[in-house]
C-alpha cells in the first residue's frame, strides 16, 4: 500500500476505536460523526470520506468486534461437549460473557437492526453468518447423533434462537446497561431446553 492507503487505514481504525467508545459510554443515538471525529482526532469530512453514514460505522465496528469472538470460538468448538442443547447453551454463553464487556454497544447494535431506515451498507444484527453457519453445525450433529429430528425446520430454529439471544438483552436494557452475561445465559439455557423439547426424534 501507499502512503496514501496507510493514511486512509489508520484513520479508519481510529474513527472505529473513537466510535466503539463512544456508543458504548454514552449510546448509538446521542453518539454524533462530529463527536467522533473528534475522539478519532480527524475532520469531519475524513470520517464521511471513509463511511457513508453512522450506521454503517456501528455496523463496522460490530464486524471488527465479531472477528476477536470468532477467532475465539475457532479455538473453543474443537472441544465443545455434551448433548446439543449443551453446545448450544455453551455458545451463547460465550457470547453473552463477550457482549457484556460492552453491552451498551451491542443494545446499539440490536436497536439500529430493527430501524426503519437502515441502509444497505449496514449488515444487521441477526445476519451474521458465522453465528448461523456454527448453530447449523451443531444442529446437523445433533442429527447425525440421533439427538434432533431429520425433519426440522433448522432455519425456524436458527431464526427463535437468534430473537431469543436477542430478547434477552431485555435484562441488560431494564438494569440500566449493565449485562449480567450469567443471568441472561441462564434465560437463554431455559430457552433452548424448552426448544430441545420439540426437536428431539419422535
Known amino acids: ?5 496507510d ?9 472505529l476505536v473513537a466510535a466503539r467508545d463512544l456508543f458504548n459510554d454514552v449510546g448509538y443515538e446521542e453518539t454524533t460523526i462530529r463527536a467522533i471525529a473528534e475522539r478519532a482526532g480527524v475532520s469531519v469530512g475524513s470520517v464521511f470520506t471513509t463511511f457513508a453514514s453512522k450506521a454503517e460505522v456501528l455496523s463496522h465496528v460490530m464486524e ?3 472477528s476477536d469472538l470468532y477467532a475465539e470460538f475457532d479455538r473453543v468448538i474443537p472441544f465443545l461437549r455434551g448433548s446439543t ?3 448450544l447453551c455453551s455458545i451463547f454463553a460465550i ?12 443494545l446499539a447494535h440490536i436497536a439500529a437492526s430493527y430501524s426503519p431506515s437502515v441502509d444497505p451498507s449496514v449488515t444487521p444484527y441477526g445476519r451474521n453468518e458465522r453465528l448461523t453457519d456454527m448453530l447449523r453445525d451443531v444442529l446437523d450433529e445433533g442429527v447425525r ?6 425433519d426440522l425446520d433448522q432455519q425456524v430454529v436458527i431464526d427463535v434462537l437468534k430473537a431469543a439471544y436477542a430478547w434477552n438483552y431485555r435484562i441488560a436494557a431494564n438494569s ?4 449480567d452475561a450469567l443471568v441472561m445465559s441462564a434465560a437463554m439455557d431455559r ?3 424448552s426448544l430441545a423439547e420439540g426437536w428431539r426424534p419422535r
Not at 1 to 5: E, I, K, T, W
Open 1 to 5: 500500500m501507499g502512503v496514501r492507503d
Open 191 to 193: 430457552q433452548i431446553l
Open 176 to 179: 440500566g446497561g449493565q449485562g
Open 145 to 150: 447423533r440421533g439427538e434432533v429430528r431429520a
Open 85 to 87: 442443547a449443551d453446545r
Open 7 to 15: 493514511q486512509k487505514q489508520a484513520t479508519r481504525e481510529k474513527v
Open 64 to 66: 471488527h468486534r465479531l
Open 95 to 106: 457470547h453473552y460473557e463477550f457482549e457484556t464487556r460492552r453491552v451498551k454497544l451491542f
